[in-house]
């Protein structure tokens, strides 16, 4: 005698859901119905988070751009060295510079656990070239200097260890030296003929061209790449430093060992063996985590602040889903009276209008993010005309935030017009018209 109630009840449990998604189904169809209003309801929706995913890209490849663009070695994994200067008293107490040989030292160090070490020098200088001059910067390089600096050829070779053994004076130079030098495609460099160049007194041998490299805005400063000319550094030290002084040591982590010590262990152990070898005199300085630190806060306030826009966006779109809903639950009065009148609850009647705001909040958000993408590929690909190399990068964050936030917003902006559905009276509703 049990068991026919239960089966009556399990099927009246599933036609219930059945109808509750047969009424979710149609009431998301009557809002959609209009095409002017379902456009004026998702609008805010789709622009918000097709923003959010356009910005998000858009910031992505601008900070890879920015790195690219970089005149200077700016990894995360790098540790830079410089000279700094000290009282009298300690300039007494030694009489050695910063030097290659304190790189050599560093490479060495069994506590770095295998961490390269290299050393740069740089000078001022004229170049000349058939009667055409240009002011440059002679830079101390070795062959590992194109993965340190993220450096490409535009036509010859880099640097290779036999120059360096052979103290050979031959040079790479910047895309800007080039032009204005020589002129003419680059691949000239690799002419079985080789060009020469004079700086500061001394021929040199041109055996490469580096691929242009761009900056941000512009500079009459030597210290760019497209104004730079690489020479061996054991030729360098010859001719301009017999002392084997040097400007920078760049020390990094064998990118192989698969436990890396910290950053600020490595400092420590950098800051011991330079003053050991310095006689206890800090006349060196290590670039702390705050400077790159401090890079990074700025790109975050700035994502965070470009982001917040997409956010705004959002909300107003959530603003007009609830004023949608509430004119949608006028229109339909006399339907929820029908439904409280065949026995439908007020929990029912506000999870169908909740899930009716949170369906159309997602259509929104994936026509948005839909829209955000193909924006974004179009943006990339005018910049990368505009600016040189700019990379279409999808942010997989910026997908799941923004489609979850559309969810979040029809949700709680859709929660009064539901609220207010399920408190109808179901007998003053029959009554409307």
Same mark, same amino acid.
């Given at each position: 005698m049990a068991a026919g109630p239960a089966r009556g009840a399990a099927r009246s449990r599933g036609g219930d859901a059945a109808m509750r998604l047969d009424d979710l189904l149609h009431s998301t169809r009557?809002?959609?119905a209009d095409r002017t209003r379902a456009a004026l309801t998702l609008l805010g929706i789709i622009i918000g988070t097709g923003s959010i995913v356009l910005l998000a890209s858009l910031l992505a490849g601008g900070e890879e751009a920015l790195l690219r663009a970089s005149q200077q070695a700016v990894e995360a994994d790098l540790i830079q060295v410089h000279p700094a200067e000290v009282s009298v008293g300690d300039r007494r107490r030694t009489r050695r510079d910063l030097s290659r040989d304190d790189a050599r030292a560093l490479a060495a160090s069994r506590a770095l656990g295998g961490a390269s070490a290299l050393s740069e020098s740089v000078r001022p200088a004229e170049a000349r070239a058939g009667g055409k001059k240009k002011r440059i910067s002679l830079?101390?390089?070795?062959?590992?200097a194109p993965a340190l600096y993220d450096l490409e050829l535009a036509? %010859?070779?880099?640097?290779?260890?036999? *120059?360096?053994?052979a103290r050979r004076r031959v040079c790479v130079v910047g895309h800007e030296?080039?032009?204005?030098?020589? %002129?003419g495609p680059p691949a000239r460099a690799a002419q079985a003929e080789p060009l020469h160049m004079t700086a500061d007194g001394h021929v040199w041998t041109v055996v490469g061209v580096l691929q242009d490299?761009?900056?941000?805005?512009?500079? *009459?400063?030597?210290?760019?790449w497209n104004r730079k000319v690489l020479v061996p550094e054991t030729t360098y030290d010859a001719l301009y430093a017999p002392s084997h002084r040097t400007d920078r040591l760049y020390v990094r982590q064998d990118p192989l060992v698969t436990v890396r010590t910290p950053? @600020? @262990? /490595?400092? !420590?152990?950098? *800051?011991?063996?330079l003053q050991r070898r310095h006689h206890g005199v800090k006349n060196?300085?290590?670039?702390d985590e705050d400077s790159h630190g401090q890079e990074r806060l700025v790109l975050d306030i700035i994502k965070m602040l470009l982001l917040s826009t997409g956010v705004v966006a959002l909300i107003v779109g959530g603003i007009n889903i609830m004023n949608i809903m509430l004119v949608t639950v006028t229109e339909r009065t006399r339907e929820i009276g029908i439904r409280r009148a065949v026995g439908a609850s007020p929990r029912a009647i506000l999870l169908q209008f909740l899930c009716e705001a949170a369906a159309v909040s997602l259509l929104g958000g994936v026509l948005g993010v839909l829209s955000g993408l193909a924006l974004s590929w179009l943006a990339s690909a005018l910049l990368a005309r505009m600016v040189g190399r700019w990379a279409f990068q999808v942010e997989p964050w910026s997908l799941?935030? !923004? /489609? %979850?936030?559309?969810?979040?917003?029809g949700v709680v902006f859709g929660f009064y017009p539901a609220w207010r559905a399920s408190r109808l009276d179901p007998i003053e509703a029959l009554r409307s018209e």
């Open positions: 009557a809002v959609v830079v101390s390089a070795v062959p590992a036509a %010859g070779r880099f640097l290779v260890e036999a *120059d360096l053994a030296v080039w032009a204005e030098l020589f %002129g490299r761009p900056i941000l805005g512009s500079t *009459d400063d030597t210290n760019i950053l @600020a @262990a /490595l400092r !420590g152990v950098i *800051d011991a063996t060196f300085r290590i670039e799941f935030l !923004g /489609l %979850g936030l559309s969810v979040t917003i």
